[in-house]
């Protein structure tokens, strides 16, 4: 089965800043997908950036980037120069690919960002 | 090109009421999930239907829950003799038809329905 950890309590970092959001996860799998979510107040869900198992270079998307370290089975969201804006609950999620390409996804419980002006 | 539209929005019904919550998926995807968010918790897949098919019920409750997407009109999911422990935020994901070798077939996410049992 699969699972995903998210341990840290409500970070805080300061506008302009970098910060890291952890997240780690466990799967008997050679093949998934790793994906990281916000959730501002509004409480949609917003699709960030992916991560393939066998991607030879770390994803980045503007000011996100994700720090996969396979072998740890780690796969941590960067924010670079954070905003207001930023802050919100953010989730990392994982998906089977083996099973099928559109198979669930599993998420982590999220972790908190506030952003300080 | 739309997203994925969800409604109501919010939803309260009483104990012992039928709730059915809408999704519509974005353009050209065929393919949508339910997830349920309870409260401080992250988002739990409940359910993952194809058009006319169910492909994986693993996540739904064995009782009361069903879950359909005709071939025309939005999915929905029905909720029957609603009880408080039900109240959580359901959303609906879709994706495009057909996965890709990679994986990258990302799930986009409607606003969600917020159901509040009294």
């Known amino acids: 089965a699969q699972k995903i950890t998210q341990t840290q309590p409500g970070m805080f970092v300061q506008e302009k800043e970098a910060v890291t959001l952890d997240c780690t996860y466990d799967?008997?799998?050679?093949?998934?997908?790793l994906f990281w979510y916000k959730q501002p107040s509004s409480g949609e869900m917003i699709f960030l950036i992916y991560?393939?198992?066998?991607?030879?270079q770390n994803a980045t998307e503007g000011r996100y980037s994700l720090n996969f370290q396979k072998a740890r089975k780690s796969a941590n969201l960067v924010i670079s120069a954070s905003q207001l804006g930023d802050s919100a609950m953010y989730f990392c999620?994982?998906?089977?690919?083996?099973?099928?390409?559109?198979?669930?996804?599993?998420f982590g419980k999220g972790i908190t960002l506030s952003v300080r002006p | 090109n739309a997203g994925v539209m969800q409604n109501p929005r919010h939803l309260v019904r009483r104990r012992g009421q039928e709730a059915r919550l809408r999704c519509s998926p974005m353009?050209?995807?065929?393919?949508v999930y339910w997830y349920r968010q309870l409260p401080e918790e992250g988002l739990k897949f409940m359910v993952y239907?194809?058009?006319?098919?169910?492909?994986?019920e693993s996540g739904m409750p064995k009782e009361r829950f069903s879950a359909e997407f005709p071939k025309e009109g939005p999915s929905i999911l029905r909720i029957q003799q609603v009880v408080r422990g039900d109240s959580a935020a359901y959303f609906c994901?879709?994706?495009?038809?057909?996965?890709?070798?990679?994986?990258?077939?990302?799930?986009?996410f409607g606003p969600g329905t917020r159901l509040t049992v009294l």
């Open positions: 994901a879709s994706s495009p038809q057909g996965g890709t070798p990679s994986g990258t077939d990302t799930q986009y």
């Open positions: 991560q393939g198992s066998y991607d030879q």
């Open positions: 799967t008997s799998d050679p093949s998934y997908g």
């Open positions: 999620a994982m998906r089977d690919i083996g099973s099928g390409a559109n198979s669930k996804l599993t």
């Open positions: 239907l194809q058009k006319e098919n169910i492909i994986d």
């Open positions: 353009k050209g995807h065929s393919h």
